[in-house]
Structure formats: C-alpha cells, structure tokens
C-alpha cells in the first residue's frame, strides 16, 4: 500500500519556524516530482512548493518564496519544507504530494497532476 505520511505540524507563534516532513512507505519517490500544497479554512487548496525529481530545481509561490524551502533526500525517501518567519496566514493542513515522472528537471503545479497524496499535517500560527 502506497503512503505518503506528512508530520512536524503544530501550534505555533509568529515569527517562528517548523520543519514538515513526508515519508513514504510502499514505494520509492526517487522517480516522482514533489510538491507542497496547503488549504486554509474555507479556501481551496494551493500550491506552495515543488521540487523535482533530481531535486535540482525547485519552484515557491510567490507569498513564501524566501520563507519556504523545499528539500528532499531520497535515501531517506522524504521531503522537506522548512518554514521560517512563520505569518498567521500560513495557517492551513499542508498536504504533500506525488508525481511519477520520467523528467529529472521537471516541477508539476496543479493538483491533478499528482497522483499520490498525503493525509495532511495541520500548521496553526497564532499572533
């Protein structure tokens, strides 16, 4: 059974940094593309960050670029995303996501792109 299992989410202040993790467990990401996204309460869901296959590149949205850093270390068959400066309109379930792909460089925006997902992990940031 594939999983991808997000953690490292929490309540947290302003100004403050966490560190979200994906592992996976029933396959190996090391040919996927990977993304972040991220919905708040009463919004859909958004992309935030992606990182490709070879993680050699990596893309942001514009609100967190500077504040987001996505990394993955396929040995360890995880992603990360660093968030630092943390502002109250992060708040959302971030979710993790991804995309088999046979482009080493290529990062992927749009949800349907991506196959596999996470359960979520919640990031509350309060003033």
């Known amino acids: 059974q594939v999983q991808l299992v997000e953690s490292g989410g929490g309540l947290v202040q302003a100004g403050d940094s966490l560190r979200l993790s994906c592992a996976a467990s029933?396959?190996?990401?090391?040919?996927?593309?990977m993304g972040w996204f991220r919905q708040a309460p009463g919004k859909e869901r958004e992309f935030v960050a992606g990182i490709s296959r070879s993680g050699g590149r990596s893309y942001y949205k514009e609100p967190v670029k500077g504040r987001f850093t996505i990394s993955r270390d396929n040995a360890k068959n995880t992603v990360y995303l660093q968030i630092n400066n943390l502002k109250p309109e992060d708040t959302a379930v971030y979710y993790c996501?991804?995309?088999?792909?046979?482009?080493?460089?290529?990062?992927?925006?749009?949800?349907?792109?991506?196959?596999?997902w996470g359960q979520g992990t919640q990031v509350t940031v309060s003033t």
């Open positions: 996501a991804a995309h088999d792909t046979d482009y080493s460089s290529a990062i992927y925006f749009n949800g349907y792109e991506y196959e596999y």
């Open positions: 029933g396959r190996s990401n090391s040919n996927s593309a």
